[in-house]
């Protein structure tokens, strides 16, 4: 009888430290950010928070005093915000370069999405190819890309400095259906954001 209940005995204490060190475990987040100033974006007002992320969510805001994690960041003095998204860059042909995919620039300064091709211009009329590329690679910022106008017609007629006919137009119409098959989001000015994903 007493091996029977210091068995039920031991089974139960398995039972309640497993289950204490999964709760510890399941409220612990993979980063902590604490002591920030906190500017959600939305137009009110900032507030001093802390962030609790687990991968690659934010699985909490507010005061998470007591909370653990795997690393912790002070924040104190500093501003915590959603990423910047700069609508008019020139970066894609410095995207595809290996010492410079990681678009540090814009980074550093908060920019976590960039709009490419504009003023007439991109990489490329391949935009499948390209956004292939670019996530073999992995790049450090989100792109919205956007074929430009001035690229399609390059394409069509090269540098003539002249009117288009009706056939190089209906030719330039055809030629940027497949843009938008392989993921680009507009011609210059008609888009809508849809970042890729980061790496």
Not at 134 to 142: A, M, S, V
Not at 150 to 175: H, L, S, V
Request: glycine share 12%; hydrophobic share 35%.
């Amino acid at each position: 009888m007493f091996k029977r209940w210091l068995t039920i005995f031991s089974v139960s204490m398995v039972v309640v430290f497993s289950f204490a060190v999964c709760k510890r475990v399941l409220g612990r987040f993979d980063i902590l950010i604490k002591n920030g100033k906190i500017v959600d974006g939305t137009g009110n007002p900032w507030f001093y928070g802390d962030i609790g992320i687990r991968g690659d969510t934010i699985a909490e805001i507010g005061n998470l005093a007591g909370k653990t994690a795997a690393k912790t960041i002070d924040a104190k003095g500093l501003v915590i915000s959603p990423g910047f998204i700069d609508m008019h860059t020139h970066c894609d042909g410095e995207l595809g370069r290996v010492d410079n995919n990681a678009n540090l620039n814009y980074l550093t300064q908060g920019v976590t999405t960039v709009v490419v091709g504009n003023c007439g211009g991109s990489v490329s009329l391949k935009v499948a190819e390209t956004k292939k590329k670019w996530e073999d690679q992995c790049i450090g910022t989100n792109v919205v890309y956007l074929v430009g106008h001035g690229t399609i017609r390059r394409a069509i007629m090269g540098e003539e400095p002249r009117e288009a006919t009706q056939e190089e137009i209906e030719k330039m119409q055809a030629d940027s259906s497949p843009s938008y098959e392989g993921g680009c989001l507009g011609h210059e000015h008609r888009f809508r954001i849809y970042p890729w994903p980061l790496c």
